[in-house]
């Protein structure tokens, strides 16, 4: 079955580098973020981990947990983490899922045949603290993805989770955000956004973003 924003993340039981996973009971009450490597010992995914490492505290800050996979099994996972450390000035700090059954590449659609009927492509799934899938992104396997980017739709979604608004092209922490055009009651507008807002059109409104000073 097709995985959609607002889908349940399939659960399963997989190995990892850090022991045994069982992906909700591991996600737990906060957010998290599954992505695929197509293979271990490759170079961008190499560069990738690191990258992901080198940002565990903003994760952290935000309440996501991260998990990797990638087909190989994990012996093969756990002497690529010796490469990873040593070229990416990094400290793997995230479990990397062993995936040698794909059993989470085909859970997850993970593999795209006409791509490449092995090697999985670059997937990311944002899940919410109610399991919920709130972002899909694939990039092909030549291409490493951008974390920042990542963090961005986080706060994105956690701010519009909270607030009437949506975030708009290009949006990062403290830019103004749109008001949802459904908010339509002056006096509720009045009171969720104390700080006014600017109606360049009817269903184009923008206000400073309610969670910052
Ligand atoms: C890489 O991670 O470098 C990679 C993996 C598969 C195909 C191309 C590049």
């Known amino acids: 079955m097709a995985l ?25 009450n906060g957010w998290a973020i599954l992505f695929s490597h197509p293979k271990d010992f490759t170079p961008v ?6 990258a992901a490492a080198n940002l565990k505290a903003e994760f952290d800050k935000r309440n996501v947990k991260m998990i990797a996979v990638s087909v190989d099994d994990v012996p093969s996972h756990k002497r690529w983490i010796g490469d990873i450390e040593e070229t990416q000035s990094a400290k793997m700090n995230f479990p990397i899922l062993g995936d040698a059954d794909r059993k989470v590449a085909t859970l997850y659609d993970m593999i795209h045949a006409e791509a490449n009927d092995t090697l999985t492509v670059r997937s990311v799934f944002i899940i ?11 990039y092909p396997a030549s291409t490493g993805r951008n974390f920042a980017e990542i963090l961005r739709v986080i706060d994105s979604l956690q701010l519009t989770d909270k607030h009437s608004v949506a975030t ?3 949006w990062q922490q403290g830019g103004d955000v749109v008001i949802s055009p459904s908010l339509q009651d002056p006096e509720v507008l009045k009171q969720k956004f104390p700080k006014g807002y ?10 400073p973003q309610p969670d910052k000073k």
């Open 45 to 50: 995914c190499t560069t990738e981990l690191g």
């Open 128 to 138: 919410d603290p109610n399991k919920k899938i709130r972002l899909v992104l694939t």
């Open 198 to 207: 600017k109606a360049i059109k009817p269903y184009l409104r923008m206000t």
């Open 4 to 28: 959609h924003l607002g889908s349940i993340a399939p659960d399963f039981t997989q190995e990892s580098t850090e022991g045994t996973i069982r992906f909700h009971e591991w996600i737990g």
């Open 168 to 170: 708009p092209a290009n």
